[in-house]
């Protein structure tokens, strides 16, 4: 039985959720559809939209959003913020380690050949210093909860993670569409994370820029997936969306192609994988980068955001050792839990994922979205043997979990009202001046009945989140 | 503490989106007006036109399509036309392709459009959505003329009342301008043979119902009335839309603001170049010009060399800011 954020063992509505409940029995189902019917015609017509891989007459979908928010008290709030801060700061001291001294190698706490024959690290990066040691500038990190005292993080986002336009859309909507409900609650703020976002951008630009440095977006433009998002936050944070192309490089100077002549760019924040950034350093195949940006990187001219090489903290054979990485550069017991994991690489751990494949999820070790993955228990007994001959064929490929019971919270479906899995993802902001995390992140919902699966890729929806003093 | 002040440049890409955003919606205006006219003139009693007009092809040569035309269809009639000019997927110059091509621009630049804008664009791209093949009978064609119409007075209305006065305004302001003067240009060359005096038979009831559907594309007929206050004269018609300043389709009107929107950006980048000069040149011209003397020289040879003049000008716009 899955912890539900509403109700208690025994049914009774936790003080939390009080007057959600209430709302809840005055609101008819109409109602509710009504709103729900005005919350996706908001999205729509705002073009916010996002686009599903490989979908044939995809081009742009809306995602689906639950109008029933979800509630976090302050005291859990404030332990869960506290984790994810020092989270955060653990994996920009490991990165700092990783592409200098090493010492976390030196102390034989993670394998040598889990990052050297790792895809992701970038050995150019080797002895590089970044602006005030800071790597991650943004993480998405995502937690779960199985009882009302822990978070467990699902997965550290530490690359170019998205999702935030959609916090902050369902803010918009709550606002808009359940006035009544918002206004009774006191709910924390979300709305200056775009500010948040640039002072922390501004904060670290190269020293030699000026006091005023010129911060822009790097986009891979309109077709990809999240590029609503990236247009979004340009335009809150009042800084130039720029594609590959809009930018060129000269002495190891980036600048923008402007109506009035080349403007130098000191700060970018790019959601462009570090594989197309550059196509003289890093893939050549690629027009979405800018030639001589990592040349320019190097030289200390411009700040990337998040650096380069930064997916070495996120792999999922690194999230194992996120504990003993905490302990190590911090000296602190982890605040949040992490997920027992067995990487398949070690026999043992084969050995038990293949006798236990029927409880497990088993994902790819270097994937991401949702895609590639088992949820044992949901499985037929044909993806199961087709996942057994894959993990004997590459066994280093896959990690593999025990399937949490994932939380529940009240969600509109079809039936009505119904439980449905959640998890949540925060944002932390690293900068010079300090880590800053809005109260909420994006609630990200499984919409069809004990799925576990919340990746809008694959069907899940979200759900604003209210950080409320109780 | 320092206020910033937006600084009066932008994205060369933005800019030429912005440019191109205004052109296409003003493109699907004009198309939406030549076929309103085609049904029109189309209507007349057959016998009476002359020999081998068809007012349907008439419409493909003055939206500059009739070669592509010609490759999908046999026959120009109500039917091939209107679906070709209007929701054809195939033609890159379609209405609705002219939409979608519009909206796939504000899309890039969302952060340069106000969110009115956006509204206007994005909203018109929804019901587009909807709009399939087939669904559109003859006689419903006047229902959807009208709802283009509509859009591009949005577009341009909401542009109009929300856009900062600076660089990003001026680019879509250009992109109208060069446009519509392109578009003016086209139909009355189109016709310039109905506007030439002829000896037998200055007007007929058919070569009103000519000229007036002229006027008429161009949402210019009550206007004549206005300026000159008598019956519809072929050199009048030249005259309303070549020469006079009150009128905002004509050519020099548009020149006028061309120059104008040209002079601003000048101003504020502090430097003077190409398509200023350019376009100077043509605006003079223009207004140095009188209708005897473009008659005299020639009405069809006038409107060709402004049609190559108005292209060199939008060639220096794009080189001088936007690639």
């Known amino acids: 039985m899955a912890f539900d954020e509403m109700r208690n063992g025994s049914g009774e509505v936790r003080p939390t959720y009080a007057k959600i409940a209430d709302w809840l029995k005055t609101v008819s189902a109409n109602d509710l559809e009504r709103r729900r019917y005005e919350a996706e015609l908001f999205y729509r017509r705002g073009g916010i939209t996002f686009a599903v891989y490989g979908d044939e007459q995809g081009g742009e979908r809306i995602i689906p959003y639950d109008i029933v928010p979800r509630i976090l008290s302050r005291p859990e709030w404030n332990k869960l913020s506290r984790g994810l801060e020092q989270r955060v700061r653990a994996i920009n001291l490991y990165l700092a380690d990783i592409y200098g001294r090493q010492d976390i190698l030196r102390a034989g706490l993670i394998p040598e050949e889990l990052i050297w024959r790792n895809a992701t690290f970038r050995p150019e990066m080797a002895g590089l210093r970044v602006p005030h040691n800071i790597y991650v500038h943004i993480a998405g990190i995502d937690v779960v909860r199985v009882d009302g005292d822990d978070f467990y993080v699902l997965e550290d986002n530490t690359r170019t993670p998205s999702g935030v336009s959609y916090m902050l859309g369902g803010r918009e909507i709550s606002i808009r569409l359940m006035p009544e409900l918002y206004a009774t609650h006191g709910v924390a703020p979300i709305e200056n994370y775009p500010n948040e976002l640039l002072a922390t951008l501004r904060s670290v630009a190269p020293q030699q820029s000026s006091s005023d440095p010129t911060v822009a977006l790097l986009t891979p433009g309109p077709f990809n997936s999240a590029y609503y998002e990236h247009s979004f936050l340009a335009d809150r944070m009042g800084v130039e969306l720029v594609e590959g192309r809009d930018l060129f490089v000269q002495d190891a100077v980036v600048y923008m192609r402007m109506t009035q002549g080349p403007k130098r760019v000191d700060v970018i924040y790019r959601r462009v994988d570090d594989d197309f950034i550059d196509p003289l350093t890093f893939r050549s195949d690629t027009m979405l980068g800018v030639p001589g940006l990592f040349e320019a990187y190097v030289a200390g001219n411009v700040t990337l955001a998040n650096a380069v090489g930064t997916g070495i903290s996120d792999d999922k054979v690194i999230y194992a050792y996120m504990p003993q990485i905490v302990k190590f550069y911090l000296g602190e017991e982890p605040i949040l839990k992490n997920v027992p994991t067995w990487r398949c690489r070690e026999a043992e751990h084969l050995a038990y994922v293949l006798d236990h494949l029927e409880e497990l999820v088993v994902k790819e070790a270097h994937g991401s979205g949702g895609y590639g993955m088992l949820v044992g228990p949901q499985a037929s007994s044909s993806e199961i043997e087709e996942f057994r001959a894959r993990l004997k064929a590459m066994p280093a490929a896959y990690i593999a979990q025990p399937t949490l019971s994932l939380s529940t919270c009240p969600t509109f479906v079809d039936q009505g009202i119904a439980p449905r899995h959640v998890d949540l993802r925060p944002f932390v902001l690293s900068g010079a001046d300090g880590v800053r995390i809005v109260p909420g992140g994006l609630t990200r919902v499984a919409l069809r009945e004990g799925s576990l699966v919340v990746n809008s890729s694959q069907g899940g929806g979200t759900k604003d989140t209210w950080i409320v003093d109780f | ?323």
């Open chain 2, 1 to 323: 503490m320092k206020v910033d002040q937006l600084e009066p440049s932008m994205l060369r890409r933005t800019a030429d989106s912005l440019y191109w955003l205004s052109r296409y919606v003003e493109r699907a205006d004009y198309l939406a007006r030549i076929l309103e006219a085609a049904e029109r003139l189309s209507s007349l009693p057959k016998a009476e036109l002359e020999v081998g007009t068809n007012e349907w092809e008439s419409a493909l040569l003055t939206a500059g399509c009739l070669d592509a035309f010609r490759e999908k269809y046999d026959v120009a009639n109500a039917l091939t036309v209107t679906e070709f000019l209007a929701y054809s997927n195939e033609n890159s110059y379609s209405i609705r392709r002219c939409l979608e091509t519009a909206r796939a621009n504000a899309r890039a630049v969302r952060t340069a459009l106000t969110a009115e804008m956006w509204d206007v664009i994005n909203g018109a791209w929804l019901e587009l959505q909807d709009l399939r093949p087939g669904t559109l009978v003859p006689g419903q064609s006047s229902r959807f003329l009208d709802w283009v119409k509509d859009i591009c007075l949005r577009v341009d209305g909401s542009g109009h009342r929300t856009m900062l006065r600076r660089d990003s305004y001026w680019f879509a302001r250009l992109g109208i301008y060069a446009e519509r003067a392109d578009n003016t240009a086209r139909i009355l060359d189109v016709k310039y043979h109905v506007l030439l005096p002829k000896a037998s038979q200055v007007g007929g009831g058919l070569d009103y119902a000519q000229w007036a559907a002229i006027l008429r594309a161009v949402s210019a007929l009550n206007s004549y009335h206005w300026v000159y206050r008598e019956s519809v004269k072929p050199w009048l018609v030249a005259d309303l839309l070549i020469l006079n300043e009150q009128m905002p389709r004509s050519l020099v009107a548009c020149y006028g603001q061309i120059v104008a929107n040209l002079d601003n950006l000048a101003t504020a980048y502090g430097r003077v170049g190409d398509s200023q000069r350019q376009a100077r040149n043509v605006y003079l011209h223009l207004e140095n010009n009188s209708v005897d003397q473009i008659f005299q020289s020639g009405l069809h040879e006038f409107l060709t060399e402004f049609i190559a003049s108005n292209n060199r000008v939008c060639q220096a716009i794009v080189e001088q800011y936007l690639i």
